[in-house]
């Protein structure tokens, strides 16, 4: 099924045909399928016969006109690259409108898809990123493109360039990732922001950080509001990223307060949807991917334990709202909608079937296998109070879990067919 063939609807009934918004003096509105074009597709349009013809490949095709136009050899599972391809059309702005902006973590899950908005409504973009757990392959069809640029970095070493904003999104955000090595993950909180907020301030750049809901821990308030300090283990092995994040958002502030840095914090809850490391231990990936594979699913302890999901384009859109707003204060943004895993887990199955049979295969029946052992400090409850980014950011999510999970097990599906999951 075509990208431009999937019907979406939001949660209250209506089709979503474009992402974004029109406010702050902010036009940051996208066709929805244009956006799909970019990561509900294979890293090649062509298949060869064979290894030694490759005539007749060289046919245009409407639909694959932004695609890579690499071919793909079944036969010896291998794929001939090649940078001949035409760019996503883009926004042309006048010099005024055009910022120049910086993304640390550009290559990653969430920097991706930042960075598609950013592109195609015509800014010149500038990504961050040392491929710890990012991917090239994210940002490959920007490669090449006059308002792009990709730089191999770590943040923890300074960086200068010149910018009008900076979305400091640069560390890694899975337990396995950031508990690999929990020293670097705390350096990478601390030191990269430093070096950011000191690049803000030379610059006078406004600087975005993406926080986290783990700041609130394991919290004894339900839902957490941004004035909620919460109830961390300083000590346990989640607490490098959780701590990290925290001393990220005191450093930021520190920033604000004394050098007058103009400073958004982003509090970002569990967000799943396309380009998601399918091996990075979250729970959507996790449930998908195994399904997808016909393996039983797997859920830590009795399941009763509770998650709020958003989609990355919600995500996408509170993340331009808040760096073009005045609001200087932190913001949650996620989704209020709160499952038990279980329910999740059962959500999930049905999602995968449903594809499975659009797409003519008839599917089987997976189990979901409770009483996994729970890993440490799970909290047990996580659901954002968004009142703040409503009345604020007039933001609100308007993907329905279902929705977003349909696009997720699409993309997943198609790495599958394609050898590269």
Not at 280 to 287: I, K, L, W
């Amino acid at each position: 099924m075509s990208s431009s063939e999937i019907h979406t609807l939001d949660k209250e009934g209506k089709t979503i045909s474009t992402v974004g918004f029109n406010r702050f003096g902010f036009d940051c509105e996208v066709p929805l399928d244009v956006l799909r074009s970019l990561y509900l597709r294979a890293h090649y349009v062509k298949t060869s016969t064979s290894t030694s013809s490759l005539k007749n490949l060289d046919g245009e095709d409407d639909s694959t006109d932004y695609l890579s136009k690499s071919i793909f050899h079944p036969d010896t599972g291998s794929i001939s690259y090649t940078t001949l391809s035409r760019f996503p059309p883009v926004k042309l702005l006048p010099a005024p409108q055009r910022k120049r902006i910086l993304v640390t973590g550009g290559a990653g899950f969430v920097g991706s898809h930042l960075v598609d908005r950013l592109m195609i409504l015509g800014h010149e973009v500038t990504v961050l990123d040392n491929f710890f757990t990012g991917s090239k392959t994210t940002v490959s069809h920007w490669v090449g493109h006059p308002n792009f640029e990709m730089v191999r970095h770590d943040v923890v070493e300074p960086f200068m360039i010149e910018c009008d904003q900076i979305y400091h999104l640069a560390c890694p955000a899975s337990p396995p990732h950031y508990q690999f090595n929990a020293v670097k993950t705390i350096k990478t909180s601390f030191m990269g922001t430093l070096n950011m907020l000191g690049l803000a301030k030379r610059t006078k750049a406004r600087f975005l950080i993406t926080s986290t809901s783990e700041v609130y821990g394991d919290p004894e308030v339900h839902p957490q509001p941004e004035d909620y300090w919460g109830h961390v283990n300083p000590i346990g092995p989640r607490a490098c990223y959780d701590e990290g994040k925290r001393v990220a958002e005191t450093l930021t502030y520190g920033f604000h307060r004394q050098d007058n840095v103009d400073v958004r914090v982003a509090r970002i809850f569990n967000t799943y949807g396309p380009r998601m490391n399918p091996f990075d231990g979250r729970v959507v990936s996790n449930f998908i991917v195994q399904a997808l594979r016909g393996e039983d699913m797997t859920v830590y302890g009795d399941g009763k334990q509770t998650r709020s999901f958003q989609y990355i384009h919600d995500l996408i859109d509170g993340l331009i709202a808040l760096m073009n707003s005045s609001e200087t204060r932190p913001v949650n943004i996620g989704n209020g909608d709160e499952f038990t895993i279980g329910e999740f887990a059962e959500l999930v199955r049905e999602v995968v079937e449903k594809v499975q049979r659009e797409d003519g295969v008839e599917p089987r029946r997976v189990n979901i296998i409770y009483n996994n052992p729970m890993p440490t400090d799970d909290p047990q409850k996580r659901r954002p109070d968004t009142t703040r980014a409503k009345e604020t950011l007039q933001w609100q999510p308007r993907w329905t879990v279902r929705m977003g999970l349909e696009e997720m097990v699409r993309y997943y599906k198609a790495k599958i067919a394609e050898g590269s999951l």
